[in-house]
């Protein structure tokens, strides 16, 4: 299994709303990424989860709320968004070495947010 | 600091044309250089890589070398397909063990498309 999964693919969501955004993978990787793309311009790097703890946070707003209860998983967890957090989510994984330059990402398909 | 300068878009070539995609880059020590490319509506996948200086990456068609003295990783493919239209990113990754060093550094990116 060579690929991250992402739930849902599409979500809409009011201002006041609570939702969550999943990642998946099965390749054994211990490192773990949430990605910001707005259209029409390269992802943007927002977290990076190493074996399960959080590494770095590129000072995301605190309505972004992120998760790793595993090594498989990783969560998005979204509350009192503004229309200006609409764009596409990207998850993505790797190898976790004394290297990590030498380690592509994996990414997922994404889930496209729209805040209302 | 790090950054990655990749020739604006958009590229528009007829089926079967050669293909240049200029990326140029600003890094300390030996970064790693990779090309993703997104097609509409999807994530990013991995073309190719180079971890050191004169390696070349290829896959698909598409190939990269990884010059140090120009600090460039030129995409170059020598016949294109309808089915190569996407936009491409050139992206970079610091050497090192530190935690920073997961993050990988974008080009703005560049929307390559092919006419039949």
């Known amino acids: 299994d060579t690929e991250v999964t992402q739930t849902p693919k599409h979500l809409v969501m009011g201002m006041t709303n609570k939702k969550s955004l999943k990642c998946e993978q099965h390749?054994?990787?211990?490192?773990m990424y949430w990605y910001k793309q707005k259209a029409k311009k390269p992802p943007e790097l927002m977290f990076v989860?190493?074996?399960?703890?959080?590494?770095i946070n590129e000072s995301v707003p605190s309505r972004f709320s992120p998760e790793c209860p595993n090594s498989s998983l990783l969560n998005l967890h979204l509350h009192a968004l503004q229309p200006e957090d609409s764009a596409l989510y990207l998850c993505a994984s790797s190898l976790q070495s004394a290297r990590p330059a030498y380690n592509e990402q994996f990414f997922g398909p994404g889930t496209r947010l729209t805040v209302l | 600091g790090n950054s990655v300068t990749q020739m604006e878009g958009p590229v528009t070539l007829s089926e079967e044309a050669f293909l240049t995609i200029n990326c140029t880059y600003t890094a300390t020590g030996y970064p790693s250089l990779f090309w993703y490319v997104q097609y509409p509506g999807e994530g990013l996948q991995l073309l190719l890589k180079a971890t050191k200086a004169d390696d070349k990456g290829s896959n698909k068609g598409f190939e990269a070398t990884y010059r140090k003295e120009t600090t460039s990783f030129h995409l170059e493919k020598g016949s294109v397909q309808v089915s190569d239209s996407a936009v491409y990113f050139c992206?970079?990754?610091?050497?090192?063990?530190?935690?920073?060093?997961?993050?990988?550094?974008f080009g703005k990116g560049t929307l390559l498309t092919v006419n039949p």
């Open positions: 390749m054994g990787h211990r490192a």
């Open positions: 992206a970079l990754r610091r050497s090192g063990s530190g935690g920073s060093n997961y993050k990988l550094t």
């Open positions: 989860y190493s074996y399960e703890k959080l590494s």
